[in-house]
């Protein structure tokens, strides 16, 4: 299974960037793909009537506003290869949802995934390994998505004393004005769910239920010859939850790329072993100088810039990622 970006040449009509997105995945099978907008009300409908949108709806796919910062309309992010132990499911809420908060809408939305489970004799607790969740004004209602999480963990028997899951909740905006919260989930069933261990840092991260947020770090799965790595949304903190380096985005890129290199040690991996990250940033003025400091440290690194509210306003970039290494 391997995950993968695909850009297409920036600066032109969003007809023409899925047309090259569309040669791009011509001969490719994908099981999974999220589709990254710069303005969703409005190329959602265009991206519908593409060939490309019959493509990828032909396996689970997913979108979210989270702009490209390298200049494009639109960017992918597939799942690719075997991926015939893990399950995958986006949901996204249209006007049924007017009215609900942000803790309702996060709370039927995992609701949503646990029938899907049962549906396959599998459960949250033991398969979900993880999920990504986007906020629509993160700023505001970040805190509907935490409580209507750990509301139902709590109900699920997940606690710091079990374990949760590993997630990345950042800014993202949908194709409704009622939708407050999106989460696409991966599951794994019960072949390989065994094997999931979940990863610390313990000396350079605290635990996120210390602030009160239920997630982890991050975790390993082993499928067949390969361990992946499923790197949370990292920050530039400390093993107090403290930022560190405020105000300077080049160092706190630098503090959480030492915290996802603990983080994969404690699994038995490296920053080599990464497949392809996704960076959020808060300030799009950031971009250029982020972008070059990844070509300088990452050359081989395959990475993707959007722009993202991360949950508190200190952080000024967040990544997330995905590692994998023979066995």
Known sequence: MQFRIYQ????RTLTQELDDLLLQLYDVKTNFTRVYFS???????????????????????????????????????TVEGDASHFLFQSIRFAEECDGQSAEEQTFEAFESHISFLKEQDLNLKDNCLRTWCFVHDIDRH???????????????????????????????????????????????????????????????????????VAFERGATIDVANERYFFISGTASIDKQGDIVHPGDVVTQAGRLFLNIQELLKDGGGSLADMQSVIIYLRDIADYVTIDR???????????????????????????????????
Not at 8 to 11: E, T, V
Not at 48 to 77: C, I, T
Not at 161 to 188: K, P, Q, R, W
Request: hydrophobic share 40%; with cysteine; proline share 5%.
């Open 293 to 327: 400091y990844m070509r300088m440290r990452f050359p081989q690194l395959s990475f993707l810039i959007l722009q993202a509210r991360v949950c508190r306003p200190g952080w000024l970039i967040e990544v997330e990622g995905v590692a994998v290494k023979s066995l």
């Open 8 to 11: 297409p040449l920036p600066g």
């Open 39 to 77: 303005d969703v009300k409005n190329q959602l409908p265009v991206f519908e009537r593409h060939p490309l949108a019959k493509k990828l709806n032909e396996r689970v796919m997913a979108y979210v506003e989270q702009p490209p910062l390298d200049g494009s309309k639109v960017a992918l992010q």
């Open 142 to 212: 970040y805190d509907g998505l935490v409580n209507g999480r750990n509301r139902l963990f709590e109900r699920e028997g997940l606690n710091k004393d079990t374990h949760f899951i590993a997630s990345t909740g950042i800014g993202g905006s949908f194709a409704h004005n009622a939708a407050l919260i999106g989460i696409d989930f991966l599951s794994v069933d019960q072949t390989y769910s065994g094997t999931i261990r979940y990863l610390q840092a313990a000396d350079y991260l605290n635990r996120s239920e210390e602030y009160g």
